[in-house]
Every structure is written in C-alpha cells, then in structure tokens.
C-alpha cells in the first residue's frame, strides 16, 4: 500500500478588520456608505458618480441641419443658423423664379381636363379687304363667306368685351369649305398670331396651315386675352387676279 496524498487545507473566510465607515457616499445600488474620493461602491462596484441622464431633444432638432453635433472650438450654433438662412432664402429665390412658370403648366393642365365654350368677338377690324369681302365676314359662323385680302402683309384683328382664357381658335381657309370652290383663291399657309393681354403684353406665335379645305385647330393657352391678330405671311395659290381668302375664325375659352 502506498501512502495517501496529503489534502490542502481549505481557506477560512475571515472577516475583514477594516471598520465599516459610519458616514459617507451611500451606494445607489446596495445602499453601503463609502468613503469620499470613491468611484465605485467597495461592495458591488456600481459607479457612484453615474451621470444625471440627459433630457431629451425635441425632434426638429434631430433633423438636419439642426441636429447638434459635437465640434471643436464650438457648437456650430452660429453655422446652423447660417445654413437656415440660405435655405430660406434659396426657397424664395426659387419661388420668385419658378413661380411663372409653375402657374403656366398647372394652366395648361386645367385647360386639358376642363371644357372649352366658344365665343365670340365683339368687333373685327382689317387692315385691308378686297371689295365685298369684309373682316366680318371671318366671324359670320358662315364658310361659304370670307375676308378677302388683297395681298401678303395684310391683317384681321379680333377684339373682345372682356379678357378670357383662350385656349385655342380654329381657321378656316379658303373661301369656300366645298373642295371644288376651295382653290378658286389663294389661301394663307403661314399667319403670325400675336395675342395681346389686357396688360399689354403681346404673345406671339408663327403658324403653319394646311392648304385642304375644313377646320385646323391652334393651341394657344393664353390668359387675359382682349385681342388677336392675324398676320398673312405665306400663301398657296396667289396669283395675278386673285386674293387671299380666309374663311372663318372660332375661337374658344375655358368655361
């Protein structure tokens, strides 16, 4: 028989001789009073000068640009408050730019989903007419009557009572709708079309006709219109001993 391994003897728990304090940092924890100058509880090491939580921040101020951000030499309060300026005033710059032409496009899309009425001219003037063909006869709601012009440069202004959206105006050329009398004169195959609105300012459009016989419509979208004006430019057809005719003139507004 071999002999036994001897056995360690087993540590005795002693109690500590150092004495409790009777004044002190009370742990958050556990309660147990430590002495000053500690930084975590000498019974179960929680921090006694934890930071006081801090408050929360409203939430445009977690939004750029306003989010805070820690910078050294400051706290970019001044840039900020810089950064808001130019947005505000980059917003207003676009606005006054932007804005015409953000009204011309939510016009144009009315004028596209609304109905169209015609209406009617109060007064039609010519700056020259072939005899028996006067400007009126361009607003009789007649195709078989027609102002005649006695050659290219002439014009036919349309004059109305009160400003109006005009959407487009139909033309008829030629003087007569029947394809047999339609070619027995000249007719307009460019016109100028100068709109004017009631502050005075004048649209102007250079417009391409067919030479057939029937309606061609022209999209104008134009607001406050008091007159239109029709410029001959170009014609099919114009001869010695013949004129330029122009059938009908329609036009119409957004209703």
């Known amino acids: ?43 179960c090491a929680t921090r006694l000068d934890a930071p006081e939580p801090v408050a929360a921040l409203p939430w445009w101020r977690t939004r750029w640009p306003f989010r805070r951000r820690v910078r050294i030499g400051g706290s970019g309060r001044w840039g900020r408050r810089l950064l808001a300026l130019l947005v505000v005033v980059a917003l207003v710059v ?3 730019l932007l804005l015409p032409a953000g009204r011309g496009v939510v016009e144009d899309v009315r004028d596209k989903l609304g109905d169209a009425s015609a209406i009617s001219p109060s007064n039609a003037t010519a700056s020259a007419s072939v005899p028996g063909h006067p400007a009126a006869a361009a607003i009789d709601s007649l195709t078989n009557r027609y102002w005649g012009a006695p050659a290219l440069g002439a014009s036919v202004t349309f004059t109305f009572e009160r400003p109006f959206r005009l959407v487009d105006l139909v033309v008829h050329t030629g003087p007569s709708a029947d394809p047999g009398a339609f070619r027995r004169e000249a007719r307009p195959t460019r016109v100028d079309l100068v709109v004017t609105s009631a502050d005075g300012t004048e649209h102007t459009q250079q417009v391409s006709l067919n030479d057939k016989p029937g309606p061609q419509t022209i999209a104008t979208g134009i607001s406050d219109v008091v007159t239109v004006r029709l410029v001959l430019r170009e014609a099919a057809g114009l001869s010695s001993g013949r004129h330029l005719a122009v059938g009908e003139v329609e036009f119409f507004k957004r209703s």
């Open 94 to 96: 676009a606005g006054f």
């Open 1 to 43: 028989m071999q002999p036994a391994k001897p056995a360690a003897a087993r540590p005795v728990v002693r109690q500590s001789a150092a004495r409790e304090p009777d004044s002190g940092v009370p742990c958050p924890s556990c309660g147990t009073l430590n002495q000053p100058g500690r930084k975590f509880c000498r019974r």
